[in-house]
């Protein structure tokens, strides 16, 4: 339509309309390429992705694998994700993995098998060995909110974190404390863990194994937790669970024993999701970047897709003081 309009070659418009500006100056003069795009404009044209992506070899277009969107820490990094696409011109698209490893292969292959230019993974394993797989295929990926290895990755600062937390109780009087720690493939309950024991023993304090959890990263997972430590002789006098969902099943559990959260057992959560304002007691967490680490992600991976070095990305975390954490009963 635009080249019958304009009296011009097919080719020629279609060089002004996809190419680089290099290639426009090439294709017709400037005042010709000022017509045809003032009249693109007028008739609302946009490039067919697709038609593009088969001149250039390039889908503009990333895959995400998150463990499941539903979970709101990964839905705000998918927000920064799709956000910071959109800047560079790129589409996304998210599939979930449950953080299951078969279904993690097979959600892989479907969405190299959509020409993606590149992937950014959420559910990665601290063992990184499918990761090593996807490498040795050639494919641009990083990962946010978890890291692996020396993958190039954007993560929080969860080490520092859980080191935050542990200071903050330490400072309150709390000496006998626990963690609910999340899965132990992940490198988010991992680092926060570490971070938080390592608070305590540069303190002098060694935290029981006992007193250290696996859990899901979910409400009924910090619930099964926190009875399991409840279960075990004296309950601490304080809690850190290593996400917020995980400490509201910590907060369940405590009151279907008549226990309240900063009067009885302090407890703590990670990532201070919209939730943990709003909770009958508020909840103490640490304050992580989720957007910014979507946003981040995607110009690591630009900048994989141009070729060049990409670095990992540890963002600095915030402790959130609220009504869950108190000082330690006396005696």
């Known amino acids: 339509m635009i080249a019958d309009q304009l009296e011009l070659h097919v080719s020629?418009?279609?060089?002004?309309?996809?190419?680089?500006?290099?290639?426009?100056?090439?294709?017709?003069?400037?005042?010709?390429?000022?017509?045809?795009?003032?009249l693109a404009d007028e008739l609302g044209y946009r490039p067919n992705p697709h038609a593009t992506?088969?001149?250039?070899?390039?889908?503009?277009?990333?895959?995400?694998?998150?463990?499941?969107?539903?979970?709101?820490?990964?839905?705000?990094i998918y927000e920064g994700i799709e956000e910071a696409a959109a800047g560079h011109g790129l589409s996304t698209f998210v599939t979930n993995t449950h953080?299951?490893?078969?279904?993690?292969?097979?959600?892989?292959?479907?969405?190299?098998?959509?020409?993606?230019?590149?992937?950014?993974f959420g559910d990665a394993y601290a063992d990184?060995?499918?990761?090593?797989?996807?490498?040795?295929?050639?494919?641009?990926?990083?990962?946010?909110?978890r890291r692996a290895g020396d993958l190039p990755s954007v993560t929080c600062d969860d080490h520092l974190g859980g080191r935050m937390v542990g200071e903050h109780l330490l400072a309150l009087g709390?000496?006998?404390?626990?963690?609910?720690?999340?899965?132990p493939y992940a490198s988010t309950g991992i680092d926060r863990t570490a971070g938080f024991v390592a608070a305590y023993a540069s303190a002098g304090i060694e935290i029981p194994a006992p007193r250290v959890v696996a859990s899901g990263f979910d409400a009924p997972g910090g619930r099964a937790a926190a009875e399991q430590l409840l279960a075990c002789?004296?309950?601490?006098?304080?809690?850190?669970?290593?996400?917020?969902?995980?400490a509201i099943g910590v907060l369940g559990a405590l009151r279907d024993r008549g226990l309240r959260a900063g009067t009885?057992?302090?407890?703590?959560?990670?990532?201070?999701?919209?939730?943990?304002?709003?909770?009958?007691?508020p909840l103490t967490t640490v304050r992580s970047p989720m957007r910014e680490?979507?946003?981040?992600?995607?110009?690591?991976?630009?900048?994989?897709?141009?070729?060049e070095q990409a670095e990992s990305e540890r963002l600095r975390p915030e402790l959130v003081v609220r009504a869950s954490t108190a000082p330690a009963p006396p005696g």
Do not use: K, Y
């Open 12 to 38: 020629t418009v279609s060089r002004v309309l996809h190419g680089t500006s290099g290639e426009s100056g090439r294709a017709a003069g400037p005042a010709t390429v000022e017509r045809i795009r003032r």
């Open 53 to 76: 992506g088969l001149r250039t070899r390039r889908s503009n277009l990333i895959g995400v694998l998150v463990p499941r969107l539903s979970d709101i820490v990964l839905a705000l």
């Open 99 to 120: 953080d299951d490893p078969g279904i993690q292969r097979s959600r892989t292959e479907m969405v190299l098998a959509r020409r993606v230019d590149g992937m950014i």
């Open 128 to 145: 990184a060995r499918f990761l090593a797989e996807v490498t040795a295929r050639g494919v641009p990926f990083v990962l946010v909110s």
């Open 174 to 183: 709390h000496r006998d404390v626990a963690v609910v720690a999340g899965e």
């Open 233 to 246: 002789g004296p309950p601490p006098s304080a809690i850190f669970a290593v996400n917020d969902f995980a």
């Open 264 to 281: 009885d057992i302090s407890v703590a959560g990670f990532n201070d999701t919209p939730l943990a304002a709003e909770l009958p007691v």
């Open 293 to 307: 680490v979507g946003r981040r992600g995607v110009d690591l991976l630009t900048r994989l897709l141009r070729g």
